[in-house]
């Protein structure tokens, strides 16, 4: 959506015709990639997981010494179908085999149970209890609640979850920009929201996804108080602010 500027010199939200928006949102259907990955997916076994981590870490060691498959096979004496299932967690390879696989590779055998031995993480936060700190918006009366924090992890991404409250104290901030993707989720009260050139007037309920790359934030505090979750990912190694 598009801005106009007010006589104080700052862009209000454009009025859209529900009609334009209904087509938009049409749009955004009809060009969205199928997703990948089911969010409801298990795996009925334990003894499953430990094929899948195995045939993971193998798969890893491998691309980590750039060799592909047909050469680990002939290091090894498997077949390619043999291996080819061992990567993808098909089959349960032998202790000879997971030998053999760890002489090729260089590692010991207890490297391949890594994954399945590691402890996953979960945060649970009572509410209210979320831990405050300061941001870049802090100085501008910006309160920033962390609600949860799981450092390294097996999926390469770090998650921030915040519970941000704009008051009357809150004043606007001209824009953040950092790595990852962010996504916000409104509670309470009404902002109007900059990303880039687009301003997107949010309402509880209303929720915005967006690439954290492009300038952002609130540009217009309409009616306070403000509450929103704002959700920050990152590939691990880099900051998110």
């Known amino acids: 959506?598009?801005?106009?500027?007010?006589?104080?010199?700052?862009?209000?939200?454009?009025?859209?015709?529900?009609?334009?928006?209904?087509?938009?949102?049409?749009?955004?259907?009809?060009?969205?990639?199928?997703?990948?990955?089911?969010?409801?997916?298990?795996?009925?076994?334990?003894?499953?997981?430990?094929?899948?981590?195995?045939?993971?870490?193998?798969?890893?060691?491998?691309?980590?010494?750039?060799i592909t498959v047909a050469d680990l096979a002939a290091a090894t004496s498997l077949s390619l179908g043999m291996l080819s299932k061992i990567e993808n967690g098909i089959t349960s390879p032998s202790l000879t085999t997971l030998q053999a696989l760890s002489h090729a590779l260089g590692v010991p055998v207890t490297a391949f149970f890594r994954r399945f031995e590691e402890e996953?993480?979960?945060?649970?936060?009572?509410?209210?209890?979320?831990?405050?700190?300061?941001?870049?918006?802090t100085r501008a009366g910006h309160q920033y609640n962390l609600l949860g924090h799981v450092g390294s992890n097996t999926s390469g991404v770090v998650v921030e979850p915040y519970l941000i409250t704009l008051s009357e104290h809150s004043d606007v901030f001209p824009t953040f920009q950092h790595e990852g993707m962010e996504f916000l989720y409104m509670l309470e009260g009404e902002v109007v929201y900059r990303h880039g050139s687009n301003l997107f007037r949010m309402l509880p309920g209303d929720s915005l996804f967006f690439d954290a790359d492009a300038p952002h934030g609130p540009e217009e505090l309409t009616k306070l108080p403000i509450r929103y979750l704002s959700i920050i990912s990152y590939p691990q190694g880099s900051s998110g602010d």
């Open 120 to 137: 996953r993480s979960a945060v649970f936060v009572k509410s209210g209890e979320g831990l405050e700190i300061e941001r870049r918006g």
């Open 1 to 66: 959506m598009a801005g106009h500027k007010t006589n104080g010199g700052r862009a209000a939200a454009a009025t859209v015709p529900l009609k334009s928006l209904k087509g938009a949102i049409g749009d955004i259907h009809a060009i969205r990639p199928p997703l990948t990955q089911n969010p409801h997916a298990v795996r009925d076994t334990r003894e499953k997981v430990l094929e899948v981590a195995i045939g993971r870490e193998v798969r890893a060691f491998r691309k980590k010494l750039g």
